[in-house]
């Protein structure tokens, strides 16, 4: 019954994650559905409509890979993957959600880092996840900085920094809670579904923040 329990709780989470999922998609694609009518009847329509389309489509795009663990079977697809090359991935991703929240993405990773055997996908998430924490952390917006780093032989390091609210220590303990969010339009399944792929790869993942002195997150994942 323990079972049955813990997979039915499994179900819900992936209910309320599939409904909000819907929903966040739903508002983008009305916009788009819009402006496309708009062209319909009007061919001569400004050219500045197309940046909007374009932005909502980023945003479509930026809210499914925040979910991509749970839209695919977890087969065993780890295969060596360049971490340079992903992060400038997700830097380009999220360079629009960086300008609405007035965000300055600031990098420093270097470009040598061996190949790491991974499940390029799931780290494109946790990546994905952090990182738009940070930027919701600073309303007035910031510097969101980013490393990557061979630490040692064994490992690499990714350091994703802001200087946004910070957390509570209560709450530190709290991280990766499933629905544990302190946003009214949060979620709070960004960092349970991250610590989860985190854990798949042996790593480690861990929060140094103070109120008001913004959050310093690291992930360590071995090269093996
Ligand atoms: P959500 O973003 O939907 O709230 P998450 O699992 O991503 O869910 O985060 C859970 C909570 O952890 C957030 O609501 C927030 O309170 C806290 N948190 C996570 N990252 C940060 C950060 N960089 N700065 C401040 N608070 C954070
Ligand atoms: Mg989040």
Not at 23 to 49: A, I, W
Not at 103 to 132: D, F
Not at 134 to 151: C, I, N, S, V, Y
Request: a negative charge.
């Amino acid at each position: 019954t323990e079972e049955i329990m813990r997979r039915s709780e499994k179900l819900s989470v992936v209910g309320q994650l599939a409904a909000g999922v819907a929903h966040e998609v739903r508002n983008p694609l009305t916009t788009l559905r819009g402006f496309v009518q708009l062209m319909q009847k009007d061919s001569r329509l400004d050219k500045s409509y197309l940046n909007i389309m374009l932005s909502e489509l980023d945003r479509i795009n930026l809210i499914v890979s925040e979910f991509l663990v749970f839209a695919k079977p977890q087969a065993d697809r780890y295969q060596e993957a360049d971490l340079y090359a992903i992060m400038n991935d997700i830097i380009v991703l999220l360079d629009s959600e960086a300008n609405i929240h007035n965000v300055q993405m600031i990098t420093c990773l270097e470009p040598g880092v061996p190949p790491l055997r991974c499940e390029s996908n799931q780290l494109k998430q946790v990546l994905v996840n952090v990182m738009k924490n940070g930027m919701e952390a600073m309303p007035d917006g910031g510097e969101l900085t980013l490393e990557l780093a061979r630490e040692s032989e064994e490992n690499i390091l990714i350091r994703i920094k802001d200087q946004g609210v910070g957390i509570p220590e209560e709450d530190l303990a709290r991280l990766g809670e499933p629905f544990f969010t302190r946003k009214t339009e949060g979620n709070g399944l960004g960092l349970m579904i991250s610590q989860q792929i985190i854990q798949h790869h042996k790593g480690t993942i861990r929060y140094d923040s103070k109120p008001g002195a913004g959050t310093c997150v690291e992930i360590r994942i071995p090269f093996r």
